[in-house]
């Protein structure tokens, strides 16, 4: 089975903006994949260029073996887009814009209806199947996006940061929709801002910055590449850091009489750590560690790339 997403080299410019440099990575089928990083580092350019909506200078890119310029329609056909922004008829009953859309996509008439209703079933707002899109509530609207996404029976979901701005329950009614329909056998690359987003849902993710791939890997191999604190309680406290010589240990200092260290992969060196302050006559009295989070990781990657921009 090919690949859902094999990007190569992609670049694309607008006048003075580089806003992909040389893009490259595969998502592969099946793949639940988050698109990371800062505003303006080209991630919404990407997810255009994959539906025809930003033609792209140089490179290549394939969905599901089929390339993006020369086939367009069974592109198009594969793929259901959540867009940032909304683009929807507002006029009209929400229900007629989805049967339209399945219309547009090559189902009958009859099974266009029928799709419609039920992805709006599928997002909860089957009762408001005969208001327009004007009249729905700023989550509803979300909603209806990821419904309007759905009606074609993508194989491919793309979702271009479908939470945005929602509260806490649309957001984990979301997930568990787009969840659902990846243990179904969908696609999903999602792009978003809220990183414990990216941390519960995403199989592996690519952190993109300036239109280059910074990184790809599972939320947790990231997680794991960050620098951990682990907070050491001594009976009684010296007056300046022990020496400690671990070559994991990056940092150690004194904090209201606790021991705080820094240190990469800081569980395993727990045990060396207790033993050295031991040897160094020190009474340890309770150890606790916390973890780096993923969106410190993506922080360090890519300010570390130069990405703060104004
Ligand atoms: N149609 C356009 N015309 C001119 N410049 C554009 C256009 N679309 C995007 N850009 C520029 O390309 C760069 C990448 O923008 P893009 O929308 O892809 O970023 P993004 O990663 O989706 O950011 P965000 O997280 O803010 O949505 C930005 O500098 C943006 O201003
Ligand atoms: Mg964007």
């Not at 594969?78 to 909304?86: M, S, T, V, W, Y």
């Not at 509530?137 to 996404?149: I, N, V, Y």
């Not at 790809?216 to 050491?232: K, Q, S």
Request: glycine share 8%; proline share 4%.
């Amino acid at each position: 089975m090919p690949a859902a997403i094999d990007a190569d080299d992609l670049r694309k410019s607008y006048g003075d903006v580089q806003a992909l440099d040389g893009l490259s990575f595969t998502v592969d089928a099946g793949e639940f994949f988050g698109l990371l990083g800062p505003n303006g580092a080209g991630k919404t350019t990407f997810i255009n260029t994959l539906v025809g909506l930003a033609r792209i200078d140089s490179g290549r890119a394939e969905v599901f073996g089929f390339d993006v310029r020369e086939e367009y329609r069974e592109v198009r056909d594969r793929i259901g887009l959540a867009p940032q922004e909304f683009n929807v008829d507002r006029f009209f009953p929400i229900r007629e814009v989805l049967e339209h859309k399945a219309g547009y996509h090559g189902f009958s008439p009859e099974e266009a209806s029928a799709r419609a209703m039920d992805a709006l079933e599928t997002v909860g707002i089957a009762e408001k199947a005969d208001t327009r899109f004007d009249w729905l509530s700023g989550g509803m609207k979300r909603r209806f996006m990821l419904a309007r996404a759905l009606v074609s029976d993508p194989d491919l979901l793309i979702l271009d940061e479908p939470t945005a701005g929602v509260d806490v329950q649309l957001r984990r009614d979301l997930w568990s929709v787009i969840e659902r329909l990846n243990e179904a056998g969908t696609t999903i690359l999602l792009t978003t801002h809220y990183i414990e987003e990216a941390e519960q849902l995403c199989d592996r993710v690519a952190i993109v910055d300036q239109g280059r791939k910074v990184e790809v890997a599972t939320p947790d191999e990231l997680t794991d590449r960050g620098t951990d604190t682990i907070e050491v309680g001594l009976a009684d406290p010296p007056r300046t850091a022990p020496e400690l010589t671990h070559e994991d240990i990056v940092d150690a200092r004194l904090a209201d009489g606790r021991l705080v260290v820094t240190a990469r992969g800081g569980g395993a060196v727990i045990p060396a750590l207790v033993r050295d302050l031991d040897r160094a006559g020190h009474e340890v009295t309770d150890v606790d560690v916390r973890r780096a989070s993923l969106e410190e990781v993506f922080v360090d990657m890519t300010r570390q790339e130069g990405a703060v921009q104004q």
